[in-house]
């Protein structure tokens, strides 16, 4: 995997960026001490190189009704041709399911989901996830209360 050489005034850049993806240009540009034109260059390098992936708005999922969280972890049988391929199209095509964590350890995946209320999350694992043959095992972890994610979650550089 290529590493793209980033100096002190990118880190600043990106922390601000973290910090608030929204901040003017003219903001972030004057906080860096350079020109618009110039720091937007960098940013835009950043994007390029893959550093910078996207910018996105967290919701509140309970705010809209999502209620209920869990991690799944689970053992899927992935060793066939395209088996991988298919089983991750076919996971990431589930609404409910808001990450996907390859792992390493007695499982080979952790599914983040959301689902509105305990009912819905059950009809997902029976109807979605325990229909797959190519899951051998899951494993479930019922979120009681979320401590740092999303916003409050800002990758330290140095």
Not at 107 to 131: C, G, I, W
Not at 132 to 138: G, H
Not at 145 to 157: E, H, R, Y
Request: aromatic share 8%; hydrophobic share 40%.
């Amino acid at each position: 995997m290529e590493t793209y050489n980033i100096d002190k005034i990118d880190l600043k850049i990106l922390r601000l960026l973290q910090s608030n993806a929204r901040a003017l240009k003219s903001k972030i540009a004057e906080a860096v001490n350079l020109s618009e034109a110039l720091c937007w260059r960098r940013v835009s390098q950043m994007e390029a190189s893959g550093i910078i992936t996207c910018y996105s708005a967290l919701i509140d999922r309970e705010k809209l009704g999502f209620h209920f969280q869990a991690f799944v972890q689970i053992n899927a049988e992935t060793s066939g041709p395209n088996a991988r391929l298919k089983f991750e199209k076919l996971i990431s095509a589930l609404p409910q399911v808001v990450g996907i964590y390859n792992t390493v350890g007695d499982f080979n995946y952790m599914l983040q989901v959301a689902t509105r209320n305990v009912p819905d999350f059950h009809q997902f694992l029976e109807q979605k996830l325990k229909s797959q043959t190519c899951i051998k095992r899951i494993n479930s972890s019922v979120v009681l209360g979320t401590i740092k994610n999303g916003c409050n979650s800002i990758l330290q550089l140095e």
